[in-house]
Nanobody, 125 residues
Framework: VQLQASGGGVVQAGESLRLSCAASGRTLRNVAMGWFRQAPGKEREFVAAISRTGGGTIYSNSVKGRFTISRDIAKNTGYLQMNSLKPEDTAVYYC???????????????????WGQGTLVTVSS
């Protein structure tokens, strides 16, 4: 699976952005997708994931209630809708995919097989 992330940019606090993750090489049906981010000088951290069946989503506490992960099988694309952005959301965002990851491993970046190139989100105060 090849992943191409896009949609990053510079926004002010309180605004919204939608990141996209276009997949190629296989259908996203029965493929889990996730988003991680890495801020300058910090370790990469889990943001959100959707299970292989699409029936379950999980979020980090820092984004719960503000971000929404989804995927469109017909477009073979995943999304991360980010609302009420804060300066601390500033980071490079990476999309991930995996065909066999189990639910208990979704927050573990080492468990994901496929990664996009990252897209930069900058939130100014």
């Amino acid at each position: 699976v090849q992943l191409q992330a896009s949609g990053g940019g510079v926004v002010q606090a309180g605004e919204s952005l939608r990141l996209s993750c276009a997949a190629s090489g296989r259908t996203l049906r029965n493929v889990a997708m996730g988003w991680f981010r890495q801020a300058p000088g910090k370790e990469r951290e889990f943001v959100a994931a959707i299970s292989r069946t699409g029936g379950g989503t999980i979020y980090s506490n820092s984004v719960k209630g503000r971000f929404t992960i989804s995927r469109d099988i017909a477009k073979n694309t995943g999304y991360l809708q980010m609302n009420s952005l804060k300066p601390e959301d500033t980071a490079v965002y990476y999309c991930t995919a995996d065909v066999s990851i189990i639910t208990s491993s979704l927050r573990n970046d080492g468990a994901w097989d496929y990664w996009g190139q990252g897209t930069l989100v900058t939130v100014s105060s």
